[in-house]
């Protein structure tokens, strides 16, 4: 058989880590003790109460049948609780939430409803790799719009060009940011819903790390803003905010008709995720706080070290006040490529190449605070010793 990929596949540069991968498996074998820092998967486990919780409900019959596609009532209302308490945001658990199989899959899926082929989808660069994947996927064009550092890793809308705003379907944002750990404040986001009322643009805010924040700093969602809810949707997740990225549980709210028409999609794709892990999510969203500053102050420890670390080896970045990531600047001299190949070669730490993540990330590269203090502590000491 002649089987041959379809363009949509085959077209498609490796996945990001599934690269970094195959060079940290050939040192491996060499016998180098590697340091990854470059996934941004916390090693802290899930709270206690919620793996209860998942216990008891994997035990009832109920939970063992299809889930329904939206989630359970029960999940979506402790999504509009959590959205009231935390932000003063209302939502209506009904039509304004959808419960989703982690944050990633409503991300991949949400293009499909709205781009036609053709259709533009902007996204900010660098930045989560899967915004440009899955506009392209629906047959949309990826427009990437710069994160630079003169603005603050903010996207300038008044440069986008007039033609490409004009075609633009959606335009994915993402603050707290992975990966460069910029915030956005009031300012930005009211400009945003300027642009996407201007321009008819759906748009798609990720707001997987604001409960990951420093110092007493508190992201705010999108939804808060005037006008937000008539032009956009968020995507939560509560991988990041209760170490539960292999449970696969997350949320998107907002504008009622994109919440349908995501919903819509994922009645034709998937069936909903597992009853028994949305029972666990409640009891997560609803004791929220229980543990969160002190799984917070192990990120905030960590992110301490490394940024000392930085500082000793001369290397430039922004204490982030947000996200379990660090993005710094490589040496002069080097591309984030070589910077990256050459410190795992000659320190055994893997790092993320900003490239990795949308050519303007060009001149970084990314560690991720989710390991172990003392390995992050370990890799400071071997930064120290490499020279470039
Ligand atoms: C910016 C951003 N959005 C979404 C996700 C996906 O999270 P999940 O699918 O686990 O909810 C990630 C995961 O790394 C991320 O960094």
Redesign the pocket.
């Known amino acids: 058989m002649d089987l041959t990929w379809a363009k949509r596949i085959a077209d498609l540069p490796p996945y990001l880590f599934a690269e970094i991968d195959a060079k940290k498996n050939e040192m491996r074998a060499k016998g180098v003790d590697i340091i990854d820092l470059s996934v941004?998967d916390p090693d802290i486990p899930t709270p206690p109460h919620i793996v209860e919780a998942l216990k008891r409900a994997a035990e009832d019959p109920q939970n063992h049948r299809y889930p329904s596609y939206e989630g359970l009532l029960s999940f979506r209302e402790a999504v509009s609780d959590w959205y009231k308490k935390r932000f003063g945001v209302e939502l209506d658990p009904k039509t304004e939430v959808v419960a989703l199989i982690?944050?990633?899959?409503g991300?991949a899926h949400t293009p499909l409803a709205f781009i036609d082929p053709g259709d533009i989808g902007l996204y900010t660069d660098p930045g989560?790799p899967?915004y440009p994947t899955s506009i392209s996927f629906a047959g949309g064009v990826p427009y990437a719009v710069p994160l630079l550092k003169e603005n603050g890793f903010l996207p300038d809308l008044g440069a986008i060009p007039e033609e490409i705003a004009r075609k633009a379907k959606i335009m994915f944002v993402?603050y707290p940011n992975?990966p460069t750990a910029a915030v956005a404040g009031a300012g930005f986001y009211k400009e945003l819903v300027d642009f996407a009322v201007k321009y008819n643009i759906l748009i798609c805010h990720?707001a997987?790390?604001t409960e990951i924040a420093y110092e007493g700093y508190k992201p705010s969602s999108f939804l808060e803003y005037d006008g937000a809810r008539e032009v956009g949707i968020e995507?939560h997740?509560?991988?990041?905010t209760f170490d539960m990225?292999g449970w696969?549980i997350?949320f998107a709210v907002g504008n009622k008709k994109a919440i349908g028409g995501l919903g819509k999609i994922k009645t034709n794709i998937d069936s909903g995720a597992f009853q028994a892990v949305q029972i666990a999510g409640v009891e997560a969203l609803k004791n929220y706080e229980t543990g969160l500053a002190d799984r917070i102050k192990i990120f905030q420890e960590r992110r301490d070290i490394f940024c000392r670390g930085l500082d000793e080896a001369g290397l430039s970045y922004s204490k982030p006040m947000a996200t379990f990531y660090v993005w710094f600047g490589v040496p002069a001299g080097l591309s984030s490529k070589d910077f990256s190949a050459k410190l795992l070669t000659e320190t055994g730490i893997v790092v993320t190449p900003g490239t990795g993540f949308g050519k303007y990330g060009e001149g970084y590269a990314r560690v991720s605070t989710t390991f172990s203090t003392k390995r992050i502590a370990e890799a400071v000491e071997r930064l120290k010793e490499a020279k470039f």
Do not use: C, M, P
């Open positions: 941004g982690g944050s990633k899959e991300i989560y899967v993402n992975n990720d997987a790390y995507f997740s509560l991988s990041k990225t696969r997350g």
